[in-house]
């Protein structure tokens, strides 16, 4: 996009930029800023062939020199001009902040955010405290998004904004949402919800109600969260909100993949393509090949997989989205994990790291340090495997989200098992379970559940370790999550095979390995040669079979936690 000098003109007029007025203002030095203001918006031309930033880079550089002189008037002119740039379908006004946003530059969004809020009118404050809650948000700095926002209400009740009011409640229940305080998130967004029903705000119940999906699902009530998303797509087809429409597909999407449904999650991530795609949202479509290629890697499909995640990486980086690349890059460390090239893993979570760091993305940093830490453990090298997941920890106890400390906890306590230091690791086990239970998350409370299980299994505190893993089976099973039960099932048919109970273990195994094929799980092969033993050892080999058993001891603790 060049910038339009006809346009510009009509902006440089609403912003109230004459040169002929201020060419007589005092000091030189502020006569310069108010020139340079004028060159970049009038005279600027990007390459032909720009990054996205690029192509806003006049009206940047124009607001910075204005705010150098603190003329807040026209420099809050210029902050809420709407002005001629893409931005991707994602927004219906164009204003510079909100463009850097849909960009990804979260970090310069806030900067210019920053220079200009405070000299703003009461409205302008408003949005600019929204923008501000934005940039937070998306750099995992949590409690100053929650006080932006929450000033961004604050004035928008003042004015009696009630649309902007429906924005910030929704904002605020994301916030809540991000720091796992799922019940406050579910507050804000049935409050969103009813205040959006009496203004008729058809987007706001939409979205309110597709909030409501998210909260639920991270609480393990998939079919709440199904209920939820499916009325917030049907409103979004209604009203033709088609942003919000791919919204809801991968947020089902998800719910599928999360129950191990993932032909449905497939089918669900390819619609959220197709309309990424048909209303130019590159961020979307971005995501969207991010998700499919999760949900293939879970089917077994990692061609199919290495290829979506490198689709991602290349629009990532052509719009300049650094956390869509570096998500992608943790993706394909995952991939080469798998596929036990843990080196190029190790090369790809670094990459994932780097960028993390740059951008000051604390999520997608835990994110690269728990990848690192698993490529080590596969390598035996399992005290650095410890570093990587107590940096791991130490970030997200800082960010102050608590699932993600769970979930981190139970990393940690994968490298404890790892080093044979099981008392450590059953107590990581117990923070997460507890944590989990608190959130009311149960697919994390089955997890919690079942590496309990494998541990006391390792410590041949065998009635321990049934009770723990039964325990967490019943859970998946309510929840249908078909992958959790079939690692499960695998580990209890070892422990049966150890108490001796061969019909029970047999039964066991073959459900594991019936489930196993069915999502194309790596355990299956497991699945099937422990079958196999059970078959040949039956019966008249049951002397051989507790020979076996103590053989199975021995090599229990070199099995790690699926």
């Not at 998500?327 to 790809?348: E, M, R, S, V």
């Not at 997941?389 to 400390?405: H, M, P």
């Not at 998350?441 to 541990?455: F, H, I, M, P, Q």
């Amino acid at each position: 996009m060049n910038q339009n000098p006809s346009n510009n003109r009509e902006i440089l007029q609403k912003i109230g930029l004459d040169l002929t007025v201020t060419k007589g203002i005092k000091p030189r030095w502020k006569r310069s800023h108010y020139r340079a203001a004028y060159n970049w918006l009038l005279k600027y031309s990007p390459s032909s062939n720009p990054s996205n930033r690029e192509t806003i880079k006049g009206y940047i550089e124009a607001l910075s020199h204005i705010c150098e002189i603190e003329d807040w008037d026209i420099a809050g002119n210029l902050f809420m001009e709407t002005i001629n740039a893409p931005s991707n379908g994602q927004f219906k006004t164009n204003r510079i902040t909100m463009l850097l946003f849909a960009w990804g530059y979260y970090q310069e969004q806030l900067e210019l955010c920053e220079k200009v809020s405070g000299h703003l009118k009461i409205d302008g404050e408003m949005i600019c405290q929204n923008d501000i809650g934005l940039a937070h948000e998306y750099q995992s700095r949590y409690d100053k998004a929650l006080q932006a926002y929450m000033r961004s209400l604050e004035i928008a009740n003042e004015l009696d904004e009630k649309s902007q009011v429906c924005a910030s409640l929704g904002n605020l229940a994301n916030i809540y949402l991000h720091t796992d305080n799922y019940q406050e998130a579910i507050k804000f967004n049935n409050q969103c919800f009813q205040l959006a029903k009496n203004i008729n705000h058809w987007k706001s119940v939409g979205s309110s109600l597709g909030g409501l999906g998210l909260a639920y699902k991270a609480l393990g009530d998939y079919e709440k969260a199904l209920d939820f998303n499916k009325k917030s797509l049907l409103i979004a087809q209604k009203i033709g909100n088609k942003l919000g429409e791919a919204t809801n597909l991968g947020n089902i999407g998800e719910i599928y993949l999360q129950q191990g449904s993932y032909e449905q999650a497939i089918i669900y991530y390819q619609q959220y393509l197709e309309i990424a795609r048909e209303i130019n949202n590159r961020h979307g479509e971005s995501d969207a090949l991010s998700k499919l290629g999760v949900a293939h890697f879970y089917q077994g499909k990692y061609d199919i997989s290495f290829d979506l995640h490198h689709q991602n990486i290349a629009i990532s980086k052509a719009i300049g989205s650094r956390s869509g690349e570096a998500i992608g890059y943790a993706n394909i460390g995952n991939h080469f994990n798998t596929l036990g090239d843990y080196q190029k893993a190790i090369n790809y979570y670094s990459k994932c790291l780097d960028i993390s760091r740059t951008i000051g993305d604390q999520k997608i940093e835990s994110t690269a340090l728990c990848g690192l830490g698993h490529a080590y453990g596969y390598l035996k090298q399992y005290e650095q495997e410890v570093i990587y997941k107590k940096q791991c920890l130490d970030i997200v106890k800082r960010i102050g989200a608590r699932w993600e400390i769970g979930a981190a906890l139970g990393d940690l306590g994968l490298a404890y098992s790892d080093l044979g230091s099981y008392s450590k690791a059953i107590d990581c086990y117990e923070q997460h379970l507890v944590i989990a239970q608190e959130l009311g998350d149960k697919n994390a409370e089955g997890n919690a559940l079942g590496n309990l299980g494998v541990t006391y299994l390792k410590m041949r505190r065998i009635n321990k370790a049934e009770a723990n893993l039964i325990h967490s089976i019943a859970i998946f099973e309510k929840i249908k999550a078909p992958r959790s039960i079939a690692f499960n099932l695998y580990e209890l048919a070892i422990l049966h095979c150890i108490k001796g109970q061969f019909e029970l273990a047999n039964e066991e195994c073959s459900q594991a390995l019936e489930m196993a094929s069915k999502l194309k799980l790596p355990i299956a092969s497991s699945c099937g040669i422990l079958l196999k033993w059970l078959r040949l050892l039956r019966g008249k080999y049951s002397l051989i079979f507790r020979c076996l058993s103590k053989l199975l001891f021995k090599i229990l603790g070199m099995l790690r936690i699926a």
